[in-house]
């Protein structure tokens, strides 16, 4: 089977009502945390998000499947408005990596690091 290209997905999603264009450029990344658990809780309500260990792979722990991960990382692109290319997902596959991700992608983020969130 062919794999579905992310990027395409986000592009469409982009061209589409155009209500995306409500990213703050003072956010913290504790907003980027909370936006990423908000994200992770829309493809699995059921799973404890602060059990989630946050340097492990997120699909493992979640028990979710790609079509889910993919949902997941729309679901960010459509709250944040960014463009995550396809070369980027493996980036995304632990809560550490999706916060240190998206944080460098973000327009100006004011970001206050915890030392205890930065593996992954």
């Known amino acids: 089977m062919k794999r579905f290209s992310l990027l395409f997905a986000c592009s469409v999603i982009s ?3 155009g209500s995306a264009q409500r990213i703050a450029t003072t956010m913290t990344e504790s907003d980027i945390r909370e936006i990423v658990k908000r994200a992770l809780s829309n493809i699995a309500p059921e799973i404890d998000l602060d059990a989630i260990d946050p340097g492990k792979d997120l699909r493992e722990q979640m028990d979710i499947d ?9 679901g960010l692109h459509k709250e944040l408005n960014i463009e995550i290319p396809d ?22 983020p004011q970001t206050a690091r915890d030392s205890t969130h930065q593996s992954g």
Request: net charge positive; glycine share 6%.
């Open 15 to 17: 061209t589409k009502g």
């Open 66 to 74: 790609s079509v889910d991960f993919l949902n997941f990382v729309i």
């Open 87 to 108: 070369a980027d997902v493996a980036k995304l596959t632990t809560f550490n990596g999706c916060v240190a991700y998206l944080t460098a992608r973000l327009p100006n």
